[in-house]
């Protein structure tokens, strides 16, 4: 009789893990476009376009190569110093598999130990999906981000706490911050992509606090023809060294909207940002009267925390938290609407198909610690970290709970 060995990521030497991950990467380089005319930009904007144009999630080519072209050492007028990165992975051929882009962001007047490292878009040719490239092209904007803070510090426009210890990030809190679309059980792309962010330390701010749009990326004289169109998106956020956290104080919260809006005013006209940035801030001063801190909700990782996706199914959370536009009347009325008549328990039926699927994949030896409560699966039932059933009734992830479920 046989039993498969599990395998404890903490019990390697610092060097295995380095050796380990130059093997599975070597196939594969990034690199930084630092200009438009870079022979690799038409290429790189053109599969972001592709994926993300149509929906008008994408910003138009020229505001990208200004973009490229921007002084990043010169803040804008409310103080923030943006550095726009784009991003290529290339095979051993010389073959673009990858490209993710998105900014540095900071602002030392506002929020001097904050960096949002705002992750805009990704997209890999089907071939490198499911390989190591993905999880690097998640964290390689952190480097870039490094570089950035010390280059500020050294030019004098910034003060960085701690600047001789890079290990510890200069002192500077980072967030790494991407949107994605609620959950719903028919789009099993998006599915994917939380699962991806969930197990990468990704938490969502909960959109009863941070009802969120992206704006209308869109040239401004086709929307003002067709109306403005913001998208409801859930922000994700990686607090990195609090991944373990689940609530953010309010500050931090306005400033991460700030920063965002800052990046987005650089390709935006003002009249298509102001009202979907004020509700957001609007929100956060009513929960300033009763809490100092919104809630930072768990992603699932698997089929054992599944559960996770009902306090940001796409139905309940648009009926909640989002006015009626067109984007949200377009998907309560479509197909949703009948699903849900015809079957008062779609989404338990739903989540438990999902949970079934991922249980047929095979399960994983490895590890990250032993340490109780955390990453080690082989714990009592009990002690295994789940969303609290009454979540989605309360809508309160409280400190107690957190500690219970071992968040904390």
Known sequence: MEKRVRLCMKDLFHQDVVEMIERETRRYQIWSIESPEDPDFPAAYKMLWDAFGPTGEMEREEAIRQFLRDDSHEPTPTGTFIRYFLLVARDQNGTVRGV????????????????????????????????????????????????????????????????????????????LAAEMEYFTPEESLSLQRILFYGRGGFDVINPRHFPYSQPDFRDPEEIRLTGNQPMPFMVLLRRIGRERLATMPLDEARAVMRLLYDDFACHCAPEFLDNSLQVVLDRLEERAKRKSYVELLPLPTGARDIGRLKPIFRHSVFKRYYPATDETRHYLEG?????????????????????????????????????????????????????????????EWSAVRVKEFGRA
Not at 116 to 135: D, F, K, N, Q, W
Not at 336 to 360: F, H, S, T, V
Request: with cysteine; glycine share 8%; charged share 20%.
């Open 100 to 175: 993710r882009d998105g900014s540095v962001l900071v602002n030392p007047n506002q929020s001097p130990d904050l960096c949002v490292i705002y992750l805009s878009h990704i997209y890999m040719v089907p071939e490198a999906r499911g390989t190591v490239l993905s999880y690097w092209l998640r964290i390689a904007p952190v480097e870039i981000a490094m570089q950035y803070l010390a280059d500020l510090h050294a030019l004098g426009k910034m003060q960085l706490p701690y600047p001789n210890v890079p290990q510890r990030y200069f002192g500077m809190n980072i967030n």
């Open 335 to 395: 197909p949703i609407r009948e699903n849900m008549l015809a079957n008062p328990n779609y989404l338990e039926d739903e989540l438990a198909r999902i949970a079934g699927d991922l249980q047929k994949r095979p399960g994983g030896f490895v590890y990250g610690s032993r340490e109780r409560g955390f990453t080690w699966e082989g714990l009592p039932e009990h002690k295994q970290r789940e969303l609290p059933e009454d979540y989605a009734e309360t809508g």
